[in-house]
Structure formats: structure tokens, C-alpha cells
């Protein structure tokens, strides 16, 4: 939202299996972002939490409000109601754990099912190490066509892409809200035939 208003986004991730042993890295992306630093350290998150970055795109300040929400099962009551009045949604995967990837279809479609108008994109993230990666950039470029979402692998560890996939995620809702915008300004013109008015009946004297 432009004009001192606030972009709102939400960290969405499939919830963790109890025998995952660590989160996808929602919160470690958000703080690459926010801070540009990196814990290696594991500390989930208990319910939701934000974070608010003012960035430029296109000229244009956008304040973005970013939601991180918990990926465990037991929180999921609580980040669900997050996806209300939301303008972008990021959904995060591990590339090396493929379990995180499998829910990822289910998540797009409960957040298809709460949100009205949002943008949304799947995000592959911890792809710093080549031989860590189980989850092939192929396999998810595939499915994130035929989701019709856009694909970023990134890396919060090594800050590899993650400022480009936020910009982009931003660039998205601007450009989804002055689309908006413009159709309100100039709505489509629509023609009611109205019943033609009988021409006057000419009275003669
Ligand atoms: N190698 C690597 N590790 C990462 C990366 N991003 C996060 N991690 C690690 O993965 C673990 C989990 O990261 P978090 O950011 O807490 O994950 P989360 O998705 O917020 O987890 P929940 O809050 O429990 O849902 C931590 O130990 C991070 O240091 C990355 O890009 N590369
Ligand atoms: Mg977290």
C-alpha cells in the first residue's frame, strides 16, 4: 500500500512432521531481510511474529508488515486466521528435507481458500549446498507451474536470493493493487439496451 500504508505478508510454511528434527527456515528468512543476520541456532516459533521493513521499488517507499508464523501443527488454529487480509503469502520448503515439499500443494490451496486477492510464492529455501539438496529445482519449477506460482530458491545461511524474492513478492502486490486500482477508476462500461422511447405521436389539428 502506498502512501505510508503497510504491505502485509505472511511466512507460511507446511507444518513440521514431529520426527523433522528443524524448521524450514521462515523466521531465518525474515531475519536475513529485516537485519541481515543468521542464526545457525534452532528456535521455533511459538505462535506469530513480525517484523516491518520500509523498502523502495520502482521509486515508490512500500512499508512491508511481515508475519512469520509457526510451522508447528499445534499453532495452526492461531497462524491460519493470519492469511485474512493479506496482500502476498510465502510459502517456505527446505530443498533438503523433501517432507516439507510434499504439503506444500495443501497449504496453496487452504491459503487460495482464505485469502480473497493475494499474491502468492513458493519459496525453496536452505539450497546453499549442492549436495544437501533432495528436493530437484525441476521437480518444484514443475509444480510451481502448474500451481501458477513463481519459484525462488534461496538461502537465508549464505543470503543467497532472498532480498530478490522479497522484492519481487512486493513488485507483485503493487502491481496486483494499481491493476485494482485502475479498475476501479475506469470500471468496464456496460450497455443497457433501454426500451427505445415510442417517437411522439404527431398530433395534426
Ligand atoms: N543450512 C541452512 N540452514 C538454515 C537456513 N535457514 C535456516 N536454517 C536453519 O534451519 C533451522 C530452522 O530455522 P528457522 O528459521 O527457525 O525455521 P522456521 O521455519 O522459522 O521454524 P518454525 O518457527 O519452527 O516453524 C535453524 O537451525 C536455522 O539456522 C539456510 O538457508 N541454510
Ligand atoms: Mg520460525
Same mark, same amino acid.
Request: glycine letters at 14%; zero cysteines; a positive charge.
Given at each position: 500500500v502506498r502512501g505510508g500504508g503497510i504491505w502485509r505478508g505472511v511466512l507460511a510454511a507446511p507444518p513440521n512432521q514431529?520426527?523433522?528434527? /528443524?524448521?524450514?527456515?521462515k523466521s531465518s528468512l525474515l531475519l536475513r531481510f529485516a537485519d541481515n543476520t543468521f542464526s545457525g541456532s534452532y528456535i521455533t516459533t511459538i505462535g506469530v511474529d513480525f517484523k516491518i521493513r520500509t523498502v523502495v521499488i520502482n521509486g515508490e517507499r512500500v512499508k512491508l508488515q511481515i508475519w512469520d508464523t509457526a510451522g508447528q501443527e499445534r499453532f495452526r488454529t492461531i497462524t491460519s486466521?493470519?492469511?485474512?487480509? /493479506?496482500h502476498g503469502v510465502i510459502i517456505v520448503y527446505d530443498v533438503t528435507n523433501p517432507e516439507s515439499f510434499v504439503n506444500v500443494k495443501r497449504w496453496l490451496h487452504e491459503i487460495g481458500q482464505n485469502c480473497d486477492s493475494v499474491c502468492k510464492v513458493l519459496v525453496g529455501n536452505k539450497c546453499e549446498d549442492p549436495s544437501r539438496k533432495q528436493v530437484e529445482t525441476a521437480d518444484a519449477r514443475r509444480f510451481s507451474e502448474q500451481m501458477g506460482v513463481r519459484l525462488f530458491e534461496t538461502s537465508a545461511k549464505e543470503n543467497l536470493n532472498v532480498e530478490e524474492m522479497f522484492n519481487a513478492v512486493t513488485a507483485m502486490v503493487l502491481r496486483m493493487k494499481q491493476e485494482n486500482l485502475a479498475r476501479l477508476q475506469h470500471p468496464e462500461v456496460v450497455k443497457i439496451n433501454r426500451p427505445k422511447k415510442k417517437p411522439p405521436v404527431k398530433k395534426c389539428c
Open positions: 514431529p520426527f523433522l528434527p /528443524t524448521g524450514v527456515g486466521t493470519y492469511y485474512r487480509n /493479506t
